[in-house]
C-alpha cells in the first residue's frame, strides 16, 4: 500500500569519513539488519551474526581509542550510527549501546596493561559485552547493591544476583559492579568478568512485551573467582565509574529511541500518502497532515537534544544534565511518536502485519532502562537546585 519511500535522515556530521561511515552503516541496516528484523522480533531470535559483522566492520567500538581497536570517532558522530542501527532493529541499536557502555569502564578507568590486554578483543574481536549493576531488590536506587566480592588472596570471589541485564547469558564479558566494603555509594568496585567464567550462569530470558530478540535476563554469580588483575579502578570507585557509564550510556539510549521514533515516522508517512479514503490519500486531511508536522519535530528536537549533549562531551565539557535531559525527551519522544503511527494505520496498525505494533512495543522499554524517566527528572533538577534537603 504504501508508495512514498522513506527518505534518509540529512545529517550534519563533521568529516568525510563520518558521512563514509553513515553509508557503511545505512548500507548493512538495509541488507542484513531490516528485512529479518519482523520475523526475528516474532521468534524472538538475537541476532548474533550482526554484531559479528559489526565488529568485523569496525562498529562496535566507534568512540574509543584506535590504539586499543576502536574508531577514534566523537560521541557526535557514534550516536547517529546508533540512531540508523536502532531505525532498521531496536535489538541491534540498543545491543550497541549496552556493549560500548560495558566497554566504557575498562577504557576510561582502567590501567594502561588492562587496556593492552582487553580492550583490542572487546572492542573489535567479535566478543560481545553486558553491564551488571541493577539487582533484583536494587533498581533505581542502584547503591543499596548486595552482590558482593570478597578478597581471597589475589582474587575476589563474586556472589549474588544481577537484574535485567541485557546480553545476560549469552554475553562474553561482564561488567559487574560489587560490593567490597561498607554499604552505600563507597563500598562498590568494578570487575571485568569473562562470560565463561566458572559459576557464572545466566537465567531463564524474561518474557518481554517487546525486544523480544533481545535476551534481558538475570545472572547469578554463584562463588565466581576473579584475579585481582581483573578490578577496574581503586576499590570503592566503583559506584562513581558506573554513574560516568551511565551519562554516556543515557545518550545512547536517547540516540536508539529517535532511530525507532523516526522508523516509525517513516511508516506513517508512507502509509498516510498511499492509502486512500473519500477518494484521496488520508494524508490530504488537516487532522493527519497535523500529526505527522507534530511527529517529525517531535524528532528533530530529540535529535538536536542529544547531539548537543554529545557535543559538550566531545569538548570535555560537563553534559550529565544534558544527557539526562536528552534521554527524557527522546523516549518521552519515542513513545508518542510510536503510539501515533499506530494511530495514523488505524485498524492496519494495530495488527503484526506493520510494524507500528512493534515499535511502540519496543518505544516503552526506553523510559526505563538505564534510569527510568523518573529518575532523569530528579537527576535534571539536582543540577538546578541542588541536591533535595532531608
Given amino acids: 500500500m504504501p508508495d512514498r519511500a522513506p527518505q534518509p535522515v540529512d545529517r550534519q556530521l563533521p568529516t568525510d569519513e563520518a558521512r563514509d561511515l553513515i553509508s557503511l ?107 551488571c549493576l541493577s539487582e533484583p531488590a536494587s533498581g533505581s536506587d542502584a547503591a543499596s547493591l548486595r552482590t558482593k566480592a570478597v578478597r ?19 554475553a562474553d564479558f561482564y561488567t559487574v559492579m560489587a560490593r567490597t566494603g561498607e554499604d552505600g555509594a563507597r563500598g562498590i568496585t568494578a570487575f571485568l568478568v569473562p562470560g565463561d567464567a566458572e559459576g557464572l550462569s545466566g537465567a531463564v530470558p524474561e518474557k518481554k512485551m517487546g525486544m523480544k530478540g533481545s535476551p534481558t535476563a538475570q545472572v547469578h554469580f554463584d562463588g565466581v573467582r576473579v584475579p585481582d588483575e581483573r578490578r577496574i579502578g581503586e576499590e570503592g570507585q566503583g559506584f562513581a565509574i558506573a554513574l560516568a557509564s551511565l551519562d554516556s550510556g543515557r545518550l545512547g539510549i536517547a540516540a536508539c529511541a529517535i532511530g525507532l521514533a523516526q522508523a516509525a515516522l517513516d511508516e506513517a508517512v508512507a502509509y498516510a500518502t498511499g492509502r486512500q479514503q473519500f477518494g ?79 515499535y511502540m512495543r519496543e518505544a516503552k522499554v526506553l523510559q526505563i532502562v538505564e534510569g527510568t524517566n523518573q529518575i532523569q527528572r530528579m537527576v535534571i533538577a539536582r543540577h538546578l537546585a541542588g541536591p533535595e534537603t532531608r
Fill in 280 to 358: 484521496r490519500p488520508i494524508a490530504d486531511f488537516q487532522g493527519l497532515r497535523f500529526m505527522l508536522a507534530d511527529m517529525a519535530t517531535q524528532i528533530e528536537a530529540g535529535r538536536a537534544l542529544y547531539l548537543t549533549a554529545a557535543r559538550l562531551r566531545d569538548a570535555g565539557r560537563p553534559f550529565a544534565k544534558q544527557a539526562a535531559m536528552a534521554k527524557l525527551h527522546c523516549t518521552d519522544t519515542a513513545m508518542k511518536v510510536t503510539t501515533d503511527a499506530v494511530q495514523v494505520l488505524g485498524g492496519y496498525g494495530y495488527t503484526a502485519d506493520f510494524p507500528a505494533e512493534r
Fill in 25 to 131: 552503516v545505512r548500507d548493512i541496516a538495509q541488507r542484513e539488519i531490516a528485512p529479518k528484523a519482523a520475523a526475528e522480533e516474532d521468534a524472538g531470535r538475537f541476532p548474533r551474526e550482526v554484531f559479528t559483522l559489526l565488529s568485523r566492520s569496525g562498529l562496535l567500538g566507534l568512540p574509543y581509542d584506535s590504539e586499543y581497536g576502536g574508531g577514534d570517532q566523537p560521541y557526535e558522530v557514534y550516536l547517529q550510527v546508533l540512531e540508523e542501527l536502532a531505525a532498521a532493529r531496536l535489538t541491534v541499536g540498543l545491543g550497541v549501546s549496552v556493549h560500548t557502555l560495558a566497554s566504557y569502564a575498562l577504557a576510561a578507568y582502567g590501567s594502561k596493561e588492562q587496556q593492552v590486554e582487553h580492550l583490542p578483543e572487546m572492542l573489535g574481536g567479535g566478543l560481545l559485552g553486558a553491564y
Fill in 152 to 170: 581471597d588472596g589475589d582474587e575476589w570471589v563474586i556472589t549474588g544476583t544481577k537484574a535485567w541485564i541485557t546480553h545476560g547469558g549469552i
